[in-house]
């Protein structure tokens, strides 16, 4: 048996990957297949807690499998939930474990359901809302996870998996499930380039992220338009250019962002050449993965219209 610490990841198929994706979670995934025995979902199940069209949910399935592939993650890494029923069996075992009221207090239940509440225009709320960290358990406990890379805003949901672990375990007698541990790894924060002041995001609309697949122009453009001072205090860098050179520093352009913000500390910048150095660092860093989108989508042959 291999000594190498199993690492368990998700994402949702909610559409287009941007950079807030990927740097934010994938990068960091494929730097982590080098170090552990990784094991990455896309979770069907739970894009279903929210209104959803079935059609667009299963092509959006199989479009991040592909776009996870050609950023660099591995295919033997990768499965799909819906396809592994054993998860669901988990499911509801783990139900049998879990506290009604613990559910309940779930921070991202208590948002989504006011969500719901301002959008819908009637009062359902689906079951599959309060239930889906149970699922989430499962997803984590049936592949004996002893890693989950989590953010700040997730560790409720980990506290919960390993409440529900150490409850089964005890009502069996024995360590059946490894208790997992969060991971916490450095992840750069990209934000909106029309409002630095939030996160990169598809919800806000289109001029509020930027596409890993995008084309050369439109990230040109995108850049060029970017909020950089916005009524910053004198001698803080505004959230603006600060975005700017967390762009050019993630995307690995060092030269770059060391020279600019040499020019910036000496009051120097230019903020048409920040933009333009972010611009390439980022066309320079998406051209392989379209490189190798393109080559998987030829792989697929006359299965991938179907």
């Known amino acids: 048996m291999s000594d190498q610490k199993t690492v368990l990841s998700a994402i949702q198929p909610t559409g287009d990957m941007h950079l807030g994706n990927y740097f934010g979670a994938i990068a960091n995934w494929v730097r982590l297949q080098d170090q552990y025995r990784c094991i990455y979902g896309?979770?069907?199940?739970?894009?279903?807690?929210?209104?959803?069209?079935?059609?667009?949910?299963?092509?959006n399935t199989w479009e991040l499998i592909t776009n996870l592939m050609a950023v660099g993650v591995y295919a033997e890494n990768l499965f799909?939930?819906?396809?592994?029923?054993?998860?669901?069996?988990?499911?509801?075992?783990l139900n049998c474990f879990s506290s009604y009221g613990q559910l309940t207090r779930m921070t991202q239940f208590k948002d989504k359901s006011n969500q719901l509440g301002e959008t819908s225009k009637d009062d359902f709320i689906s079951v599959g809302l309060l239930d889906y960290p149970v699922l989430q358990t499962a997803d984590i406990l049936i592949?004996?996870?002893?890693y989950v890379p989590v953010g700040k805003d997730q560790e409720q949901?980990?506290?919960?998996?390993?409440?529900?672990?150490q409850r089964f375990n005890n009502q069996v007698g024995?360590?059946?499930?490894?208790?997992?541990?969060?991971?916490y790894t450095e992840t750069p924060k990209i934000r909106s380039t029309a409002d630095p002041s939030k996160?990169?995001?598809?919800?806000?609309?289109?001029?509020?992220?930027?596409?890993v697949f995008a084309e050369e122009t439109a990230i040109r453009r995108q850049i060029k338009s970017a909020v950089t001072d916005t009524g910053a205090e004198t001698g803080v860098m505004s959230d603006g250019v600060a975005n700017l050179f967390e762009m050019i520093k993630a995307a690995g352009d060092m030269t770059a962002f060391t020279s600019l913000l040499d020019d910036y500390q000496a009051g120097s910048l230019k903020y048409a050449e920040l933009k333009e150095a972010a611009a390439n660092a980022l066309v320079n860093?998406?051209?392989?993965f379209k490189e190798r989108k393109m080559e998987l989508n030829q792989d697929k042959g006359p299965l991938k219209n179907k």
Request: with cysteine; proline share 7%; aromatic share 10%.
């Open 42 to 59: 896309v979770v069907d199940y739970h894009a279903m807690t929210m209104p959803y069209d079935v059609a667009k949910l299963r092509n």
């Open 80 to 93: 799909v939930q819906s396809l592994v029923p054993e998860h669901t069996e988990l499911c509801w075992i």
């Open 143 to 146: 592949y004996r996870a002893d």
């Open 157 to 165: 949901h980990l506290e919960l998996s390993r409440d529900i672990a």
């Open 174 to 183: 024995k360590p059946y499930f490894v208790l997992p541990e969060a991971l």
């Open 199 to 211: 996160k990169m995001s598809k919800s806000a609309g289109e001029k509020h992220y930027i596409s």
């Open 285 to 288: 860093l998406i051209r392989p």
